[in-house]
């Protein structure tokens, strides 16, 4: 959206400055440098994408997202043509640093705008000014229940356990999000339980 008004500018320049404030305030991850082309490109959308894997490559906290389908929307394919080659060059151009340039972009159908997990996290345009999103990983803590469960146990009670194990993490996020958002003065959003892979080896749907 910021590239719209600004047809000559390096959308590269747009992540550096993203970077830099993200470090000046301890921030692990920042997301944003995003495009919604589900229905099509509008003015900007096309350079942000070309740009990717060198705004990735040159920065190191700095995350990407692009949408290019929806339920309801459709698939834009022109975006699905573009994003392959993005794709595979953010790898190469960070092939020296385990072609993290890949790890930190993502490709939605459907992207939510409160999904607050990196690195598909973005502020949707339907968001409010401020807000305190919370995302809980679940795979690890299953596992962990799932552990002290007796080898015999019966689909139902395994069953029973996830569930009572992710109303517990759950209730823990929302907890947390209003504890953070008590102190900071900023309203809290959503809970987000994830049963996507995190970096921890074997937390993952797959290892359970």
Same mark, same amino acid.
């Given at each position: 959206m910021l590239l719209a008004s600004a047809p000559?500018?390096?959308?590269?320049?747009?992540?550096?400055?993203?970077d830099a404030a993200a470090k000046a305030v301890g921030v692990d991850?920042?997301?944003?440098?995003s495009a919604l082309v589900h229905?099509?490109?509008s003015a900007g959308d096309v350079r942000l994408i070309e740009s990717i894997?060198?705004?990735?490559?040159?920065?190191?906290? %700095?995350?990407?997202? %692009? !949408?290019i389908g929806s339920t309801k929307s459709g698939i834009n394919m022109d975006a699905v043509k573009m994003m392959g080659p993005v794709i595979r060059q953010a790898a190469e151009l960070?092939?020296? #640093?385990?072609?993290?340039?890949?790890?930190?972009? %993502?490709?939605?159908? !459907?992207?939510?705008?409160? #999904?607050?997990?990196?690195?598909?996290?973005f502020h949707g345009v339907g968001e409010p000014d401020c807000v305190i999103h919370v995302g809980v990983s679940g795979p690890g803590a299953v596992r962990a229940a799932l552990a002290k469960m007796?080898?015999?146990?019966?689909?139902?009670?395994?069953?029973?356990? &996830?569930k009572r194990t992710a109303f517990k993490i759950t209730r823990m996020g929302q907890l947390v999000a209003n504890l953070v958002s008590e102190r900071l003065g900023?309203?809290?959003? &959503?809970?987000?339980?994830?049963?996507?892979?995190?970096?921890? &080896?074997g937390d993952s749907v797959a290892n359970i």
């Open positions: 000559d500018a390096d959308p590269v320049e747009y992540a550096k400055t993203l991850f920042l997301g944003g440098f229905k099509g490109f894997p060198r705004a990735l490559a040159q920065t190191d906290v %700095v995350c990407s997202s %692009v !949408n960070t092939s020296g #640093n385990m072609c993290m340039g890949a790890a930190k972009l %993502v490709v939605f159908c !459907n992207a939510p705008e409160d #999904n607050p997990f990196m690195a598909g996290a007796p080898k015999d146990a019966s689909l139902d009670e395994v069953a029973e356990m &996830i900023v309203p809290a959003g &959503i809970i987000d339980l994830s049963l996507a892979p995190t970096p921890a &080896i």
